[in-house]
Nanobody, 127 residues
């Protein structure tokens, strides 16, 4: 069982930056692939970024490539999402997710592949 707690959301102007954090409980964080998803009002939850258990593989949705960066610190049981050049369309509740890795370079992109979810943190980008 893994518990995930996100932090770092808030209100930011267009072009600004935020760094989200997701702290995980448990001693086996380094065995988990981690992902970030977001859900805007009236829309489906969508994949944003993922990182393999080793940190050696990352995946991003096309709309955030070049602006967002996912990373992890296994010593701190934490995964991060650095978000730069934010746009109004990035406004959403951002959730992190975890799944026991099936390979050290596996960075899943589909919701169904994840077993554990955090409650989410709100990100609002104002114009």
């Amino acid at each position: 069982q893994v518990q995930l707690v996100e932090s770092g959301g808030g209100l930011v102007q267009v072009g600004g930056s935020l760094r989200l954090s997701c702290a995980a409980s448990g001693r086996t964080f380094s065995s988990y692939a981690m992902g970030w998803f977001r859900q805007a009002p009236g829309k489906e939850r969508e994949f944003v970024a993922a990182i393999s258990s080793s940190g050696g593989r990352t995946n991003y949705v096309d709309s955030v490539k070049g602006r967002f960066s996912i990373s992890r610190d296994n010593a701190k049981n934490t995964v991060y999402l650095q978000m730069n050049s934010l746009k109004p369309e990035d406004t959403a509740v951002y959730c992190c997710a975890a799944r026991v890795a099936i390979a050290t370079i596996w960075a899943p992109t589909r919701r169904m592949e994840y077993s554990y979810w955090g409650q989410g943190t709100q990100v609002t980008v104002s114009s």
